[in-house]
């Protein structure tokens, strides 16, 4: 039976692979390697220096648990295999012992976890002596194993009652282990100290990956005997309604319940919203800062790269409904706006706190919420269908050549921008793009109905377009 089902997941995987993913991914993993040997080599002398009096057991112990956290969010994003039999599989005689087994198997020959190994042996063939180098890489690899299991375990946790100790196991992990190593460096580099752990650098590392062993096979157990569904129940507790869904609810209930959008508004959301209060805390006056215009212009930018594409899915439905095009495109523009007033609101506290000025994140919102948004609505003209609950990594599904082409329109408010902030005077820049928003406020009725005119004369292409 484990080997029927190791046939099964190599025919699904040779069907689902496909070249053009893989050369980009083999390209993206090459340039991040080039980049880091680079770096590595201009900067060998300096940490040399700055890491000399570091034991090398200590330094790689920090190394390899940095890349904890890495890949650990690389694994609970991309990492979508199924680790619960579906129906068609519980129907056959596939004992639960055969199935963990295969888990098994599919996450130790799983190609992702040789990325982090990878990462971590040229960064030891610069800064560690060989035979480190060799445990180091295989401390990363069985730690590695080990999150494969946790995010497996995450996966198939039916409650909270059963993902919460992993996730509490997971912080204390982290903490313990990736604060260790990071405060030895601080502690060497800020008093210029000889730190020495006990024992030699190799029974330091021993120790380190016998702890990464006995944490996986606790994961494997807990796999084993935690039930992923209740076979004895039967019937519902208790049902919930999903509330009124209007038109316009369906613009952020689409983004709230699809992978392929909410993944990547989280995550980019958050690293601009850090970049932006980095650069405030470093001192920056608050109206070049890149972050703060990052932030404001994501949601827009993201999104209307696809104004019709999440009702691709199901617009025939709508065609049948009373609601006329210009309506959808008042409804998307609205939902633009409502996005970057939200991005606005996230960033209130640095105003009272980081000197950011209030001129200029009101000239933001409105210059981007109100003119960029209405910048990226002609994308309805030649936008086709979404698929909604794919991942958005390499997926290039739903994208096609006017969109890529039109979507260099988003460097004219950037030029603006750039203008306004190193060229102006603040209160002059702030001026001019709060102008040009309120300019856009003021038009947008009359460009929408023009845009929805257009799209009902080739109404029939469109509609089509929609179906591929």
Not at 320 to 329: D, G
Request: glycine share 6%; charged share 10%; with cysteine.
């Amino acid at each position: 039976m484990l080997k029927q089902l190791l046939s099964l997941r190599y025919i699904q995987w040779r069907r689902n692979f496909s070249w053009k993913k893989f050369l980009a991914v083999l390209y993206l993993v090459g340039v991040m390697l080039m980049m880091i040997v680079g770096i590595l080599f201009a900067s060998r002398a300096m940490l040399a220096s700055l890491l000399g009096n570091l034991p090398p057991a200590a330094l790689a112990i920090a190394l390899v648990t940095t890349l904890a956290l890495p890949d650990f969010m690389l694994k609970m994003m991309w990492n979508t295999d199924a680790v619960v039999m579906d129906d068609f599989l519980r129907t056959k005689p596939v004992p639960s012992r055969v199935w963990n087994r295969f888990i098994a198997i599919a996450l130790a020959v799983d190609p992702w976890n040789l990325v982090m190994p990878m990462f971590m042996a040229l960064v030891g063939a610069f800064l560690l002596p060989a035979g480190v180098t060799v445990l180091a890489v295989v401390a990363t690899l069985v730690q590695t194993l080990m999150l494969s299991w946790l995010v497996a375990d995450i996966h198939k946790a039916p409650d909270i009652e059963h993902s919460l100790p992993l996730w509490i196991g997971a912080v204390v992990y982290y903490l313990g282990m990736t604060s260790v190593g990071a405060i030895l460096i601080v502690l060497t580099m800020m008093s210029g100290m000889t730190l020495h752990l006990p024992g030699s650098p190799w029974t330091e590392l021993m120790l380190f990956i016998v702890l990464d062993i006995v944490l996986t096979v606790v994961l494997y157990l807990y796999f084993c005997h935690m039930r992923a569904y209740d076979e004895h129940e039967q019937h519902a507790n208790n049902v919930r309604s999903v509330g009124d869904v209007t038109l316009f609810s369906t613009e952020y209930l689409s983004v709230l319940r699809s992978k392929r959008f909410r993944v990547p508004m989280l995550i980019f959301t958050v690293l601009f919203l850090l970049q932006g209060y980095m650069q405030l805390v470093d001192g920056e006056g608050g109206q070049g800062i890149f972050g703060l215009y990052l932030l404001l212009a994501w949601p827009s930018m993201f999104l209307g790269q696809w104004v019709f594409g999440i009702e691709g899915n199901y617009f025939h439905g709508l065609w049948t409904k009373p609601y006329s095009i210009e309506h959808m495109l008042q409804n998307k523009y609205k939902f633009f706006i409502l996005l970057t007033l939200a991005m606005a609101v996230l960033l209130i506290p640095a105003i009272f706190f980081m000197g950011l000025r209030p001129t200029t994140l009101l000239a933001l919102f409105l210059f981007l919420g109100c003119g960029q948004s209405l910048l990226m609505m002609p994308t309805c003209l030649f936008s086709t269908r979404v698929d909604l609950f794919t991942s958005a990594f390499f997926n290039y599904q739903g994208a096609n050549m006017s969109v890529s082409i039109y979507s260099i329109v988003i460097i004219i408010p950037l030029i603006i921008y750039i203008i306004c902030a190193d060229v102006l005077s603040p209160l002059l820049g702030d001026a001019i793009m709060a102008a040009i928003g309120l300019a856009a406020l003021a038009v947008h009725r009359p460009c929408i109905r023009l845009l929805a005119q257009k799209w009902k004369n080739n109404r029939y292409e469109n509609m089509e377009r929609y179906l591929k």
